[in-house]
């Protein structure tokens, strides 16, 4: 079982960027699904969550407006749009999957590093 997360990379403030995260051995629809990041000596942060059905969405305060989660079921995959970048989103990003508690989670991918210049 593995999430396999990209589309990280180097974009100037006020860009976008798409990360994806695609899911393997097994299917991942049963579950909520989300976005962490993790800042160079900083802790790591909750961004967005999406519930199993899809329906239900949550966002940190920080990001709220500018990303964007989503799935797609037949492809088995999350993706995060990112808009409106600023330099402190700057980070790596991780999806996640089955939440015991909003941060803990029973899978977690790979990270995708996200960078941000002014």
């Known amino acids: 079982v593995q999430l396999q997360a990209s589309g990280g990379g180097l974009v100037q403030a006020g860009g976008s960027l798409r990360l994806s995260c695609a899911g393997s051995?097994?299917?991942?629809?049963?579950?909520?699904m989300g976005w962490f990041r993790q800042a160079p000596g900083k802790e790591r942060e909750f961004v967005a969550a999406?519930?199993?059905?899809?329906?239900?969405?949550n966002y940190a305060d920080s990001v709220k407006g500018r990303f964007t989660i989503s799935r797609d079921y037949a492809k088995n995959t999350l993706y995060l749009q990112m808009n409106s970048l600023k330099p402190e989103d700057t980070a790596v990003y991780y999806c996640?999957?089955?939440?015991?508690?909003?941060?803990?989670?029973?899978?977690r991918g790979q990270g995708t590093l996200v960078t941000v210049s002014s």
């Open positions: 051995g097994r299917s991942f629809s049963s579950f909520a």
């Open positions: 996640v999957a089955d939440q015991r508690t909003k941060m803990t989670w029973t899978w």
């Open positions: 999406i519930s199993s059905g899809g329906g239900v969405t």
